[in-house]
């Protein structure tokens, strides 16, 4: 018998935290396609309904923004409901969104069904991943966060293309029928399958557990540690926003986001300005999220070895580097190799903003502290498609918006150099 169970000791146990990755990388993917899908209805409504560039951009730049203010909602409300209900509402309220402004017949139509409540489904769609993950993995973190958010990547590469397809062959309105559908029954049963912590499956996390398997006194105490360094330890929000590091990682993120939305929510729109039929303008963002995909995980593997901050700044000397080849990109193989660097790039970008978080803040509130980093890229996200849309309008050309995103992604890299690890705050 005792021979029995040290065999099933030492026997290797599928750890459900990758059950947890795929679902929530499954999640991000439905979520993130239908943002990233906007630009293919950008052309469509303005022409439907008479409206101006800068006035069908403004459904995006406030879908942005209510989805990272209400992003500190719903990382609040998963640091203390769990995420199973959070991203599952969140999920019914976008596929609804999206039904809904299939119907629409006015501009303060698409604004609220898109623009609010598109907004609020997708605020489900980081924080409470990011958290979720983050307390699943204590080795290994940052290639989980990686695989999560190579969901993004994932669904930009395969919804914008099916976006295309769906509004060419049976125009936008039940385009957004079937796009509406798709988040609907991919996010909901995705939900459902995420769990808040290990403590849920009577597990610990993935590298807690390690050092502690087949002890079970070992295992109480390895539990009670791992329930104070992973829920207890670290800073509240309240104290993370008395550090200047707090404000320094808000910043930069703001003028991130607002380079990658501008981009990403009028380089179809760019391309097709220069000529280049839509069918292959579409597969820029394919090109975008395929190497966005491989970014994430890669990047976020290095940054398990090289720490966020200089993992980081790999990746936005590299997105830099890109927006300035995309300024004298005329030709289709240069904004193919525009795609591809700025999709790495940007991808690798992505996970590391937790990874800082929790570098610096510990996860005593991190899904909080990452839905506030959500609140910044909501406001780079109203500020990016919103600019864009206007410069075209006013100009004809997107060459000044896209010289501002350069310039935004190196004052994300200057301010970077100044972030350090505040003292812990004690009580």
């Known amino acids: ?74 990382g609040w409300v998963t640091d203390r409901y769990g995420p199973r209900m959070t991203v599952a509402i ?21 604004y609220l069904f898109y623009g609010l409540m598109g907004g609020f489904g997708l605020s489900v769609a980081f924080a409470p991943l990011v958290a979720t993950a ?72 993935l590298g807690k557990a390690e050092a502690t398997a087949g002890d079970e006194e070992n295992s109480n105490i390895a539990k009670r540690e791992d329930s104070l360094t ?27 986001s607002t380079c990658v939305q501008m981009t990403m929510m009028h380089i179809y729109h760019h391309a097709t300005d220069l000529g280049i039929p839509g069918v292959v303008a579409a597969n820029f963002l394919a090109v975008i999220g395929i190497f966005s995909i491989i970014g994430r995980p890669v990047m976020g593997a290095v940054s398990d070895r090289l720490g966020g901050k200089r993992t980081l700044v790999i990746c936005l000397v590299l997105q830099a580097l890109a927006m300035f080849w995309l300024l004298r990109a005329t030709d289709i193989w240069m904004l193919y190799l525009f795609a591809a660097v700025f999709g790495f790039a940007y991808g690798g970008c992505v996970p590391q903003l937790p990874v800082i978080a929790g570098e610096i803040f510990e996860l005593k509130s991190i899904g909080a502290i990452v839905g506030v980093q959500m609140l910044g890229v909501a406001i780079g996200g109203a500020i990016g498609p919103l600019l864009g849309g206007y410069v075209f309008d006013v100009t004809q050309s997107y060459y000044f918006a896209f010289t501002v995103s350069a310039i935004c992604t190196i004052i994300a890299l200057i301010l970077l150099a100044f972030i350090r690890v505040p003292r812990k705050v004690s009580h």
């Open 1 to 74: 018998m005792k021979s029995d169970e040290v065999d099933q000791a030492k026997a290797p146990r599928f750890f459900y935290g990758w059950v947890v990755v795929a679902a929530a990388f499954c999640v991000a993917l439905a979520a993130y396609g239908v943002q990233y899908s906007f630009g293919i209805f950008l052309e469509p409504l303005s022409e439907d309904f008479g409206w101006s560039v800068a006035l069908v951009s403004g459904a995006a730049s406030l879908f942005m923004f209510s989805r990272g203010a209400l992003a500190i909602l719903t």
């Open 90 to 110: 969140g999920g019914f309220v976008l596929g609804l969104g999206l039904i809904l402004t299939s119907q629409i017949n006015a501009a303060w139509q698409l």
């Open 134 to 205: 983050s307390r699943w993995f204590v080795s290994k973190r940052g290639l989980a966060i990686g695989i999560v958010l190579a969901g993004i990547g994932a669904g930009t590469a395969i919804i914008p293309p099916l976006a295309r397809y769906l509004v060419a062959t049976y125009e936008w309105r039940l385009s957004y029928i079937i796009i509406g559908l798709l988040a609907l029954v991919i996010i909901i049963p995705g939900a459902l399958l995420l769990r808040r912590s290990p403590d849920e499956k009577g597990l610990l996390p």
């Open 230 to 256: 992973s829920e207890s330890a670290g800073f509240s929000l309240k104290d993370a926003a008395h550090t200047r590091a707090f404000w320094l990682l808000l910043a930069i993120i703001i003028f991130w």
